[in-house]
């Protein structure tokens, strides 16, 4: 009897033991049923894009669904894997139809077959919206050379395709066509680099989607790269007569504003920065204050520029040559 207990018992440890090295999920072939109900929701489908639909399956050990797109009906490339029963497609063409399928994969990698096809062509519903924040600025220095560089907030519609500049030379007042277009961009930006110092530039822009609507015109946008002002007086190292001098330049077409800078050398070692609204007269002039608090040396020489702007903005447009002179 003794016996015969210690073999029952051997064989239950020996059951348990080969039952607890094995992994029932192993044996997990059975792939999960062909998701059904594929679909697209009118609702949630908008401009280039198309929301997809299905019915979740009911497996317990259900990990993703995997969606297959074509775009000849024949060949179908895996788009995307997802946990959740609807998906977003967008950028899409609306001169392209496109074919949707669908499987489902348990946690054990066992995928199901496809369910049926859906082919959709997307709509162009509405226009983009008019490019906001659309700003024109012009330079005339070393630093960006001669242009115009214009920006804008960039559109956020998902068929967005790129921007169309247009420009007058003439008049604010101008018709966006094929006499005024000058390039397209799909970026915020651009720069125009054929313009001329002295001549205002108008700009408008246009904002195009995958289906060929378009925005209403931004604009116009207007700068003028000014003429480099012309230091008059003091130049050329000459020796002043006074530790309070009054420099001049000429005023130029389209300034607003200038910054007289004086320095203790040519690149560095600002002295007195004063700025001043431009004037309808053709010079401009500013004089040393004799109350400032770092007055100019006896037997010194220094140096000054001046800074143009054709907005009331921190955007220089235009500099001048450094030049010197020195002081009694």
Request: some cysteine.
């Amino acid at each position: 009897m003794k016996t015969r207990h210690l073999l029952i018992l051997l064989s239950i440890t020996l059951g348990l033991f080969v039952w607890s090295c094995t992994d029932p999920a192993e044996d997990d072939t059975t792939p999960p049923a062909s998701p059904s109900n594929l679909d697209r929701d009118g609702s949630l489908t908008g401009d280039g894009e198309i929301y997809l639909i299905w019915d979740e399956n009911t497996e317990n050990d259900l990990a993703t669904y995997t969606l297959y797109r074509s775009i000849d009906g024949t060949d179908f490339p895996a788009l995307v894997s997802t946990p959740e029963n609807f998906y977003l497609d967008t950028g899409l063409d609306y001169n392209t139809e496109y074919s949707y399928k669908l499987t489902a994969t348990d946690d054990d990698g066992n995928e199901s077959g496809f369910s049926t096809e859906l082919s959709v062509t997307p709509i162009n519903l509405d226009p983009p919206a008019q490019p906001t924040d659309f700003a024109a600025q012009a330079h005339n220095t070393s630093e960006f050379d001669i242009n115009v560089s214009l920006t804008w907030t960039h559109n956020t519609e998902t068929d967005f395709s790129h921007y169309k500049v247009y420009r007058s030379d003439v008049s604010d007042l101008f018709a966006t066509n094929e006499s005024s277009y000058l390039d397209s961009t799909p970026s915020n930006h651009y720069t125009d680099n054929d313009v001329t110092p002295g001549t205002s530039y108008h700009y408008k822009l246009i904002a195009f989607d995958r289906g060929d609507f378009t925005s209403s015109a931004a604009g116009p946008a207007t700068d003028i790269p000014l003429i480099e002002p012309t230091l008059i007086s003091p130049i050329g190292g000459d020796t002043i007569d006074s530790l309070t001098p009054t420099f001049h330049w000429t005023n130029v077409d389209g300034a607003v504003k200038y910054t007289l800078t004086v320095r203790t050398s040519a690149i560095t070692g600002d002295k007195w920065v004063e700025t001043l609204d431009a004037t309808t007269d053709a010079q401009m002039s500013a004089t040393f204050p004799s109350n400032h608090d770092d007055p100019l040396l006896t037997n010194t020489l220094y140096y000054w520029f001046v800074s143009g702007y054709s907005k009331d903005t921190e955007s220089i447009n235009v500099f001048t040559d450094v030049n010197a002179f020195r002081t009694p």
